[in-house]
């Protein structure tokens, strides 16, 4: 479709028209035929510049867990005012069948001279009485103000504060998102799951809940400077994690040069005596190190892709007090530069 043509109707009638061709069984199928599948409409904001396969191939490794209508809106920056469009759609053969599961997918190009055309094109294509996601990877588009009216249209906002330039100005941006009732994932915090649920797990165990007070102390090495979100995250959850035990710890963050860009490398729990508790979590070669006063043990570290940071986040459908609480605290001291 080119400019002049793209209306939500006609999208909506080359749906129906994809259906009808895609139903129609090829020579010798047998009465194997085909499925439509859909549980939401997954909305995906992305530059035009970003790799089309990989984030093609992100979209099809979530639909079989996630079934969607998927509306891929790449962003061209530059250029004349217009949209163009095009349908088609994404299916799989589940093992040991025969018969094929199919999702929509409508992939919208549009110049920063028409993003305010978008919700009133986009919106009549979410799947009635569906729960709509959007996913904005683009870090530009979310501090624009024709951002604030397509974050309306969903019920649930996904991005990365790490791709909104520095954590002081990122997390309060998301922080006020939440206080205005969006509700928001970040991928930031996202990429922290495997390491609160290792230490949550340790504090599960009676010996260790114990020594708790023994704490005073808490390090978080990151790399790159200033300190990420990622890192701001941890700190937080950390000290509000301690506080809620009725323990008060100082908090530092720590560049470490051996740490990639953005990541969190090492937390380190320490008493003030050398016989006090020493816990230390490393991130290393693919595994997350855990040692307890000399004692360790080892746990595989995936690496945290986009399809499975985004596989975790569209299986949350509920605001998450715990990451919400965190955030604003993550906010608050990236804000005022109390640490790091």
């Known amino acids: 479709m080119t400019a002049a043509t793209v209306s939500p109707d006609r999208i909506l009638k080359e749906l129906a028209e994809l259906w009808v061709s895609t139903a129609k069984e090829p020579e010798g199928s047998g009465d194997a035929g085909v499925l439509r599948a859909c549980s939401m409409t ?31 809106v790449r962003l061209r920056g530059s250029g004349e005012p217009g949209l163009t469009a095009r349908v088609f759609a ?74 909104l330039g520095a954590a002081r ?18 991928l930031a915090w996202t990429r922290l799951t495997l390491w609160r649920e290792t230490l949550a797990r340790m504090v599960e165990n009676r010996e260790f809940l114990g020594r708790l007070k023994e704490i005073s102390r808490l390090q978080v090495c990151h790399g790159g400077a200033p300190a990420p979100p990622d890192a701001w995250y941890m700190g937080a959850w950390l000290v509000n994690s301690l ?19 953005g990541a969190v490398g090492s937390v380190h729990l320490l008493g ?34 986009e399809y499975l940071l985004l596989r975790e986040e569209l299986g949350i459908v509920r605001s998450d007090p715990v990451f919400e609480k965190t955030l604003s605290s993550a906010a608050r001291l990236a804000l005022s530069s109390m640490v790091g």
């Open 90 to 163: 994404q299916c799989w053969m589940p093992f040991g069948q025969r018969r094929q599961i199919c999702c929509e997918q409508v992939e919208i190009t549009a110049p920063d001279a028409s993003l305010a055309d978008l919700p009133p094109l986009i919106l009549p294509l979410c799947v009635p009485d569906l729960p709509v996601l959007l996913w904005c990877r683009s870090g530009r588009l979310s501090g624009m103000p024709e951002f604030a009216p397509m974050a309306a249209m969903a019920h649930r906002v996904v991005l990365d504060s790490a791709k």
């Open 42 to 72: 997954l909305v995906v904001m992305a530059e035009e510049s970003d790799d089309v396969m990989s984030l093609g191939e992100t979209i099809a490794a979530l639909m079989p867990e996630h079934p969607a209508r998927a509306i891929v």
């Open 272 to 305: 003030a005596a050398a016989a006090d508790l020493h816990v230390v979590l490393t991130a290393k070669d693919d595994a997350l190190t855990v040692r307890v006063d000399g004692i360790s043990h080892r746990t595989v570290m995936p690496r945290m892709t």
């Open 169 to 186: 100005d990122a997390l309060p941006y998301c922080s006020a998102m939440v206080g205005r009732g969006t509700l928001l994932g970040d």
């Open 243 to 261: 506080a809620a035990a009725g323990i008060d710890a100082k908090l530092d963050l720590l560049r470490d040069p051996n740490v990639p860009e």
